[in-house]
């Protein structure tokens, strides 16, 4: 048999050997292990398992549980290998140990250990970066786990990124994802690249010669014709909209990914955010998908004699499976497993379409925090009640008819256009207004009012018109204050009449009120009416200066100082009259 055809272990594969050390140490030999079973997988932590024979009823004791070696946290390495010719195929962190008492088999402790990146999958975390790429990102924080890492550089710097309630892990996959990177955990390193199907195979696997079993599928489900990423740009007010570049992207096969493409007929795929997210960003975003479609054109997995030269991100040769499955294969998982007689790997190999954001439903935080069932989206409620909030926190009572029609219901906080110390913009509902409700982390007991809707049953003040020129403010006492965009004009007026008007469109500015008093002021000057007495009175002087100054009375006309008065003036004086007395 060529050597192509074979599996190029460092010893014959007549006899598997593998080695257990615990914080440098080997385990006991007299420890019979049944077996060892590795996981290694694209966007999952690295694993291992261990089975143990162990517990005697006789004794009514498990002797190996009870010893040092296995205790949470202890660190491990696992060798595999040939006639002891072995290398280590897992190093982590032993994470949980258990027994388990079969019926009808022996007893056994089970140990289970993760690589030490698993320390990013506890606990969620918030933060802002930046002028960060997601590279130096996923650095950081790696950093602050203590885990060495390998990232292949992103080409987005953001101004600003915020990671949050979100575990570390989660954070890392998601931005990873959204530059078209992969990530794996290799015995306690990080590494995030993109998929490189190309590279020089590192292990030859021929069907009728060092295949065990075998088994793959085409897959024209997920094979998109043209990928588009959408956006909202605020400068243009338009949706921004970007291609996929063309994937370069090597798979088995001879049927193209273009050829399946036409099965599905999908003229685009699209991948929209409702938000600003800037051109580069959107450009990551649908290559990193168009590359991901395209690894996902073949799938499957191949099972060989155990092999530790072969990891994800290796790539592999397929050969006598047929010219629909020949060719490089990028390999996405190893898995080992082994026992005292044989070990045997499997890879799988391609991608699946499956995007982590949207198959991982507890990225995201529970709703109201898991305290309680949350509510979602926004609700109707109606006011009930605007005084007595029991807490003095400026709350009005509604009810939400979705959760009780008849109860006075429950005590929300009203949003403002401005709120602070003694200040803000000042309207409150009037009870049994409908109000549009909002909840704090999706509480139920934490309701805010978020504004007050009209309908047939409440109808708005203005009829709604397409050129919408008028807007105001109108109160319950028919009190209104109207702005005219069209006569470009503000009209305020109180339900009997008394009014304020000031208008581009003509000109002036009118005071009016309910009495036929009008004080007017225009390109003519300023004009004040009254339908009957116009007093002034004040505290100091009152100056009238002009070009000319006419009074005239129908009646009686007098002026009178009481200490002093003085009438002149520098050209001819003239007094007239039925008779002039000078006293």
Sequence with gaps: MSEERIIPTAAPADRPSFTILVDGTQISGEYQVQGIAVSREYNRISSAEIFIFDGDPATEDFTVSNAEDFIPGGEIEIKAGYHSDEETIFKGLILKHGIKVYKDKPSMLRIECKDKSIKMTVGRKSKYYYESTDGDIIEEIAADSGVETDIESTNVTHAQMVKYYVSDWDFILTRAEANGKLVATDDGSLIVKAPDG????????????????????????????????????????????????????????????????NVIELEEYQLKHAGQVRDDELQAWADGRSIRSGYGKIRGRARIQGFSGIKPGHVVELAGVGDRFNGKALVSGVQHEINSKNWETQLTFGLSPDIFSETQKNIAAAQCSGLLPGISGLQVG??????????????????????????????????????????????????????????????????????????????????????????????????????????????????????????????????????????????????????????????????????????????????????????????????????????
Excluded: C
């Excluded at 305020?492 to 002036?508: H, Q, V, Y």
């Excluded at 008093?517 to 009957?532: F, H, M, Q, R, W």
């Design 198 to 261: 190309s590279g020089e195979a590192a292990l030859s696997l021929t069907y009728g010669g060092n295949m065990l079993e075998f088994e793959a599928v085409m897959d024209a489900s997920y094979q998109l014709n043209s990928i588009q990423s959408y956006a909202w740009n605020a400068a243009d007010q338009e949706m921004f909209q970007i291609e996929a570049a063309s994937a370069t992207v090597t798979t088995p096969g001879n049927i193209s990914a273009d050829d399946l493409s």
């Design 382 to 583: 109606l006011v009930t009640a605007l005084e007595g909030d029991p807490d003095g926190e400026d709350r009005i009572q509604i009810r939400i008819p979705m959760i009780d029609p008849a109860e006075q219901g429950t005590w929300a906080r009203v949003a403002s256009l401005d709120a602070g110390d003694n200040r803000g913009v000042f309207f409150r509902p009037e009870i049994d207004d409908e109000v549009v409700v909002g909840f704090l982390n999706d509480d139920p007991r934490n309701p805010i009012v978020l504004g007050m809707v009209h309908s047939s049953a409440k109808p708005a003040p203005i009829t709604a018109s397409d050129d919408n020129h008028e807007k105001g403010i109108f109160t319950r006492s028919e009190m209104k204050m109207i702005f005219d965009d069209e006569k470009v004009s503000f009209t305020f007026e109180t339900p009997n009449g008394n009014k304020l008007s000031i208008s581009d469109e003509d000109g002036e500015i009118v005071l009016a009120d309910e009495n036929d008093n009008v004080l007017t002021l225009n390109a003519d000057g300023i004009t004040i009416e009254s339908a009957a007495d116009i007093n002034i009175k004040a505290g100091g002087d009152i100056n009238l200066e002009g070009t000319n100054i006419a009074s005239a009375a129908s009646a009686e006309f007098k002026a009178e100082g009481s200490a002093g008065a003085k009438f002149s003036s520098g050209g001819s004086t003239v007094i007239e009259g039925s008779i002039v007395q000078i006293n």
